[in-house]
Every structure is written in C-alpha cells, then in structure tokens.
C-alpha cells in the first residue's frame, strides 16, 4: 500500500453507530489538514472541502505523535425508508 501523506505508521478505525460511520485515522505527521481556499481552476486537493461538506462532525486533534482526524458520516435511508444496512 502506498501512503501519500503520511510519513510513517498510520491506523485506521470505522465504527457504526446510531446511524453513522465514525471514521478517525491517526498518522505521524505533524501537519494539520486545512482546506484550500476555493479556486475553481484548481484541479485536485478538494478531499477535506468534501469530507466537511458530507460529514456530520470534524475534528482534528494533535496526539503525543502526530495528529488524529475524526468526522462522522450519516447513513443515508434506504429507497423505502428503512435506514441503510438494516436487514429486512
């Protein structure tokens, strides 16, 4: 696997619960994301603009070594209504 961001170790937890996706990733880098000021020209970079767009909740917080990035995503209901991932 190739890591494009991140310079050393990296973990990466999913949990559902309560009708969302908790997704936090911890990596060794120091730097903190930030989203790229709107420019329509710009091709590529638009991950976190999306992520914020999507998500329930974002947070970033520094660790001890590096950081860890958590956003919470809403499942989405079903065409009938049911929410999604439930058995019928």
Known sequence: ????YAPGP???DL?????TVQ??????DLTLPAACPADP?????H????IMAVCQ?????RQPVGKRVRA????????????AGRLL
Do not use: H, N, Q, Y
């Open 1 to 4: 696997m190739r890591i494009k």
């Open 10 to 12: 990296c973990l990466l």
């Open 15 to 19: 949990k559902v619960s309560e009708g």
């Open 23 to 28: 997704v936090s990733v911890w990596d060794t």
């Open 41 to 45: 020209g710009r091709v590529g970079r």
């Open 47 to 50: 991950g976190l603009e999306i």
């Open 57 to 61: 909740s974002f947070e970033v917080r």
């Open 72 to 83: 919470a995503i809403v499942l989405a209901d079903g065409p009938g209504g049911d929410p």
